[in-house]
Structures are given as structure tokens and as C-alpha cells.
């Protein structure tokens, strides 16, 4: 976890960029402009990309057209993408079963279709782990995995803030839930 928790510093990251073989080839991000909140998540992207180093593109689109895009899965210079950006709800990565990306299945895998036999078959032996403690094990080897395969990179966590009247009740914290709310 260090890499993420750690100290930033672009330069290491440039130099390592170009000590893992980069040699300028065209990076294509999907931006879509007309979703806020992806747009700004791409915008940064595409930006901390430009400064370590990589050649990037941003491709921006409406929404549609970038869920098209994402479909190809050919190169860059047959009209694919490199890498796009999105957010999903803290509970749809609870754990190893649920977890789309850290999914090693190739094909049958999240966009980018990461293939990782090894990712798959921990994932596997999480399943069927007879305990609690062998799956806290196996998914803290999953986790190392994934930092070894990098299938996605986690950039951040969103804590949304949400404005209610103060007659409603019983809010539960996180994104806007409209169970358990009453009138006060």
C-alpha cells in the first residue's frame, strides 16, 4: 500500500516510466464531456499522465460514445484506448467476489480485459476458503497480486455531500439513499 499511501513524486515516476521501456507511443484516454464527474476524474488523469511522461490523447466525447469506444478492443492506431477513468460504489468492491476489477479473466473480464491466471485462481481459492481467516489470507495475496498485475489503478476515494431539509430523518451516510428516510 505504500505506493499509494507514500510520497508523491512525479520525477521517480517519469524515470521509471521511461526505464520500463516507454518510448513515446500514443496513449488514448476517453473523456466523456458531458459527465461531470468523469470529465474532471479524466481531466486530472490526462494531465498526470502528460507529466510523467506519457504521450497521451484525450479523446473527448459524450458519454455513449465513449461506452462505444470502450467496446473496441483494438490498438490505438486502429481506434482504441489506452485507459478511462470511472467510480463505482464502495460495496461493489467489498471483497474478492464481487470485485470487477480486480478480475484476471481476459476476455470475459471489465474493460481493458486484464488476464492474470494468478489473480483468477486466488480469487477461486477465496471462494472456497473454508474461513474467515484463510479468506483474510488469501485476499491479502490478492491484493499484492493485484499491485503486481495492476489490472486498475485505484486513484481516490469520493465523499459526496448532500444537502437535506431538516424535517428529513434517519439519512443514512454515504451517496443519496432514499430507504430508511422519514419526515421528521
Same mark, same amino acid.
Given at each position: 500500500?505504500?505506493?499509494?499511501?507514500?510520497?508523491?513524486?512525479?520525477?521517480?515516476?517519469?524515470? /521509471? *516510466?521511461?526505464?520500463?521501456?516507454?518510448?513515446?507511443?500514443? &496513449?488514448?484516454?476517453?473523456?466523456?464531456? #458531458?459527465? @461531470?464527474? !468523469?470529465?474532471?476524474?479524466?481531466?486530472?488523469?490526462?494531465?498526470?499522465?502528460?507529466?510523467?511522461?506519457?504521450?497521451?490523447?484525450?479523446?473527448?466525447?459524450?458519454?455513449?460514445?465513449?461506452?462505444?469506444?470502450?467496446?473496441?478492443?483494438?490498438?490505438?492506431?486502429?481506434?482504441?484506448?489506452?485507459?478511462?477513468?470511472?467510480?463505482?460504489?464502495?460495496?461493489?468492491?467489498?471483497?474478492? /467476489? *464481487?470485485?470487477?476489477?480486480?478480475?484476471?479473466?481476459?476476455? &470475459?473480464?471489465?474493460?481493458?480485459?486484464? #488476464?492474470? @491466471?494468478? !489473480?483468477?485462481?486466488?480469487?477461486?481459492?477465496?471462494?472456497?476458503?473454508?474461513?474467515?481467516?484463510?479468506?483474510?489470507?488469501?485476499?491479502?495475496?490478492?491484493?499484492?497480486?493485484?499491485?503486481?498485475?495492476?489490472?486498475?489503478?485505484?486513484?481516490?476515494?469520493?465523499?459526496?455531500?448532500?444537502?437535506?431539509?431538516?424535517?428529513?430523518?434517519?439519512?443514512?451516510?454515504?451517496?443519496?439513499?432514499?430507504?430508511?428516510?422519514?419526515?421528521?
Amino acid at each position: 500500500m505504500e505506493v499509494l499511501n507514500g510520497p508523491r513524486d512525479l520525477a521517480v515516476v517519469k524515470r /521509471a *516510466v521511461a526505464e520500463a521501456g516507454y518510448r513515446g507511443e500514443k &496513449a488514448v484516454v476517453p473523456v466523456p464531456s #458531458d459527465f @461531470p464527474n !468523469l470529465r474532471a476524474l479524466a481531466d486530472v488523469g490526462v494531465d498526470m499522465l502528460g507529466k510523467i511522461g506519457i504521450n497521451v490523447e484525450a479523446r473527448y466525447t459524450d458519454w455513449g460514445s465513449m461506452l462505444q469506444l470502450l467496446a473496441k478492443t483494438e490498438p490505438v492506431e486502429q481506434g482504441g484506448w489506452s485507459a478511462f477513468h470511472t467510480y463505482w460504489s464502495g460495496l461493489d468492491q467489498f471483497d474478492p /467476489a *464481487v470485485h470487477v476489477w480486480i478480475r484476471g479473466n481476459g476476455r &470475459a473480464a471489465g474493460r481493458g480485459w486484464p #488476464d492474470s @491466471p494468478r !489473480l483468477e485462481a486466488m480469487r477461486d481459492e477465496w471462494l472456497f476458503a473454508g474461513d474467515v481467516m484463510a479468506q483474510k489470507r488469501i485476499a491479502a495475496d490478492i491484493q499484492t497480486q493485484a499491485f503486481v498485475d495492476v489490472p486498475y489503478i485505484p486513484l481516490g476515494q469520493i465523499l459526496p455531500t448532500w444537502v437535506y431539509q431538516r424535517n428529513v430523518t434517519d439519512v443514512l451516510s454515504g451517496y443519496a439513499l432514499f430507504w430508511n428516510v422519514r419526515k421528521g
